[in-house]
């Protein structure tokens, strides 16, 4: 499975952005989908995920009510829909999948994305 994260850039603090994961080489229909992130000097970590057949979905705490994910399978695409954006989000963004069930842990996914630039100015 490759994976191809875009829609990244540059929004002002309160702002709107939505990412999306094109995957080809197989369809993922069955497969879990993570987006992560990664701010320059720290760890990458968890924003959320959806599970194979879009009933599950679940976020980090910072992100909830704010960020939401969503699938179209016919398309093999996961969207990252990032509303009310703050200078703490900045940090690239990466899509991730793996089989079935979606998980907080990046050691589970199996499969990432490129990344994609997104920066939040005060």
């Known amino acids: 499975v490759q994976l191809q994260a875009s829609g990244g850039g540059l929004v002002q603090a309160g702002g709107s952005l939505r990412l999306s994961c094109v995957a080809s080489?197989?369809?993922?229909?069955?497969?879990?989908m993570g987006w992560f992130r990664q701010a320059p000097g720290k760890e990458r970590e968890f924003v959320g995920a959806?599970?194979?057949?879009?009933?599950?979905?679940f976020y980090e705490d910072s992100v909830k009510g704010r960020f939401t994910i969503s699938r179209d399978n016919a398309k093999n695409t996961v969207y990252l829909r990032m509303n009310s954006l703050k200078p703490e989000d900045t940090a690239v963004y990466y899509c991730a999948a793996k089989k079935f069930v979606a998980s907080m842990d990046v050691q589970e996914y199996n499969y990432w994305g490129q990344g994609t630039q997104v920066t939040v100015s005060s």
């Open positions: 080489g197989r369809t993922v229909i069955t497969y879990a």
């Open positions: 959806i599970n194979w057949s879009s009933t599950t979905t």
